[in-house]
Structures are given as structure tokens and as C-alpha cells.
């Protein structure tokens, strides 16, 4: 079951045109949209409208009064046919994901060494820890994640900074 009808053929342009129009059938204020990504892009949706994505997204997700009043970062991923975003791990967050669209696989570990690749399996979240290595990986369509941070220090929330790649197919530091 697709919520947004995305094929392997579609520009990129085209399939953020379409995730864009599907978040704003949704209701949702898009805060920011990123389609410079070599591997594809994200929206950031606004922080104000975090109830109604996790009780779209990630409504078997438990988050607390004092939770959904911290920046927990809503996004969707996009992520293209054959790319990898870059083998990372994160010093301040934790992160939720869901496929919600399309196909991913993902590639996690506790440690610097690659683990296997995993399909992710549409509408089943994963569960990032804070530190734990791992890849978004695109298969044989756009895969969309639904994304949700868990800020480690909510005084110091992580942001795009708070990255360690330890291998990136685009030599990125």
C-alpha cells in the first residue's frame, strides 16, 4: 500500500513535488525542503505540528507531555533509487524512523563495522539508539522515512551538524 504514487522513473523534482503535496493534503507547514542531498532530500516540518505527525506517524510511539514540548525535528527522508546516505552515527540523538512509502533498506551496528543489509518494512519503525551506527538506503524506488529525533540533551538539541560519517559515497567529511 503506497499513500503517495512514486515510481523509480519519476525525476527528482517530480517526487518532491508530489511528497510536498501530499504533506500539505495532510495539513502539514512544510519548515524547510532540502533537494540539494546527492542521495536525495528531506522535509523538516514545523516543530508546532509534532502531535499530528507522531499521531499519523508513529502512533504506537509514547511520547510524553514533557517529550512533545521538546524539538523532536519531524522530517521525511527521500531517499533515491540505488543511493546510500552516508555510514554515520550521532553524538546528541537518538532517532525514530518508518518507512511510510516506496522501498529502503538500512544497514545498522554498535560498532564502526558495516552490518548486513536489512529491507525495512513499510509501516514498522525502527529504533536508532544515540551512537549506533547506520545507513538509509535507497532500492529498486524512492523510499520515503518519516522521522522523528529524540533529542539526547534537550537544552542542546542536535541539529545537521551532529554527524559522523565514517564512509560516504560522496566524500563528504
Same mark, same amino acid.
Given at each position: 500500500?503506497?499513500?503517495?504514487?512514486?515510481?523509480?522513473?519519476?525525476?527528482?523534482?517530480?517526487?518532491?513535488?508530489?511528497?510536498?503535496?501530499?504533506?500539505?493534503? !495532510?495539513?502539514?507547514?512544510? /519548515?524547510?525542503?532540502?533537494?540539494?542531498?546527492? $542521495?536525495?532530500? #528531506? #522535509?523538516?516540518?514545523?516543530?508546532?505540528?509534532?502531535?499530528?505527525?507522531?499521531?499519523? #506517524? @508513529?502512533?504506537?510511539?509514547?511520547?510524553?507531555?514533557?517529550?512533545?514540548?521538546?524539538?523532536?525535528?519531524?522530517?521525511?527522508? +527521500?531517499?533515491?533509487?540505488?543511493?546510500?546516505?552516508?555510514?554515520?552515527?550521532? @553524538?546528541?540523538?537518538?532517532?525514530? $524512523? !518508518?518507512?511510510?512509502?516506496?522501498?529502503?533498506?538500512?544497514?545498522? /551496528?554498535?560498532?564502526?563495522?558495516?552490518?548486513?543489509?536489512?529491507?525495512?518494512?513499510?509501516? !514498522?519503525?525502527? /529504533? +536508532? !539508539?544515540?551512537?549506533?551506527?547506520?545507513?538509509?538506503?535507497?532500492?529498486?524506488?524512492?523510499?520515503?522515512?518519516?522521522?522523528?529525533?529524540?533529542?539526547?540533551?534537550?537544552?542542546?538539541?542536535?541539529?545537521?551538524?551532529?554527524?559522523?560519517?565514517?564512509?560516504?559515497?560522496?566524500?563528504?567529511?
Amino acid at each position: 500500500m503506497s499513500l503517495i504514487d512514486i515510481n523509480a522513473d519519476q525525476s527528482k523534482k517530480e517526487v518532491f513535488q508530489k511528497v510536498g503535496d501530499f504533506l500539505i493534503e !495532510k495539513g502539514f507547514r512544510i /519548515s524547510k525542503v532540502d533537494q540539494t542531498r546527492p $542521495w536525495g532530500g #528531506f #522535509f523538516v516540518l514545523d516543530e508546532s505540528q509534532i502531535r499530528e505527525f507522531r499521531a499519523i #506517524f @508513529f502512533a504506537e510511539v509514547n511520547l510524553s507531555e514533557v517529550q512533545l514540548e521538546q524539538k523532536l525535528s519531524p522530517k521525511f527522508l +527521500l531517499v533515491a533509487p540505488g543511493a546510500r546516505l552516508s555510514w554515520q552515527y550521532h @553524538f546528541r540523538r537518538a532517532e525514530l $524512523w !518508518k518507512l511510510i512509502n516506496g522501498e529502503s533498506g538500512i544497514v545498522r /551496528s554498535e560498532t564502526d563495522e558495516l552490518g548486513a543489509l536489512e529491507k525495512m518494512v513499510l509501516g !514498522k519503525m525502527v /529504533s +536508532l !539508539k544515540q551512537g549506533e551506527r547506520h545507513r538509509l538506503v535507497g532500492l529498486d524506488t524512492w523510499g520515503i522515512v518519516a522521522e522523528i529525533w529524540m533529542h539526547i540533551d534537550p537544552e542542546n538539541p542536535s541539529d545537521e551538524e551532529d554527524i559522523v560519517r565514517l564512509e560516504d559515497d560522496y566524500s563528504r567529511n
